[in-house]
């Protein structure tokens, strides 16, 4: 896929955020769980606490950005572990938000995002979509 050229100044170009319909996950969201479906493509990332990299759905294909990040809790040892996944195109997409997104709170400016959450303290994984029927991208 060609990118429109940037002129100085302008806005970085943005493509529509994806809605994978095809993929079990969107109606299945806590499949995800499952290491077996995933085939990593690429590590864009690898940190003890945080981590990224482009992954493969086995079951239709379709690619996602993951991310993990880890909350260290030295007092307790109880951490808190946040997955996200963000449905992409491929590695194009995968750099521009590595570029533009580096950190995790970047990360909840994508639409629809996959949220696996275990913070410190929950009994159980809190797994959802956000953004579901609103694909974008708040600047
Ligand atoms: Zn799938």
Not at 4 to 15: E, I, K, L, N
Not at 77 to 85: K, M, N, R
């Amino acid at each position: 896929m060609r990118r429109a050229p940037v002129t100085a100044g302008a806005p970085h170009p943005r493509r529509p955020m994806l809605r994978p319909l095809q993929c079990d996950l969107w109606d299945d969201p806590a499949a995800a769980t499952r290491k077996e479906r995933w085939e990593v493509m690429r590590e864009l990332r690898h940190d003890r606490d945080h981590s990224r990299s482009l992954l493969r759905c086995r079951l239709c294909g379709q690619l996602y950005l993951h991310e993990r990040y880890e909350e260290k809790d030295w007092d307790s040892g109880d951490d808190s572990v946040y997955e996200t996944l963000i449905p992409v195109r491929g590695d194009e997409d995968a750099d521009e938000i590595m570029a533009d997104a580096p950190g995790p709170m970047h990360l909840l400016a994508y639409f629809p995002r996959l949220m696996l959450d275990w913070p410190r303290g929950a009994r159980e994984q809190r797994i959802r979509w956000v953004g579901r029927d609103t694909p974008g991208r708040v600047a």
